[in-house]
């Protein structure tokens, strides 16, 4: 499988079905810091994740926290959108 983006669609981020594929555009050329979930990439490539890893989950936590896309590095797997 590839890596792809998922936007957040509201609800509990911590639920697969709260996400939906992006197709075509590149997330992070628009959300970037904030206090409020826009993206998660994931090792899927259905319309909605079967599941969300436990460290991506531990990175929506620390985003969420911390108000910074996670992790820390150049890699990033959750971004943020303004509140």
Excluded: H
Excluded at 6 to 16: E, P, W
Excluded at 53 to 72: C, H, I
């Amino acid at each position: 499988m590839a890596e792809n983006w998922f936007a957040y669609t509201g609800g509990d981020v911590f639920y697969a079905g709260n996400y939906r594929l992006i197709d075509g555009i590149d997330p992070t050329t628009i959300c970037t810091i904030g206090c409020v979930i826009c993206a998660i990439k994931l090792d899927d490539n259905s319309d909605f994740p079967a599941s969300i890893p436990g460290s991506v989950k531990q990175y929506l936590l620390n985003a969420l926290v911390t108000r910074v896309p996670q992790p820390d590095f150049p890699n990033k797997f959750v971004i943020l959108k303004p509140c």
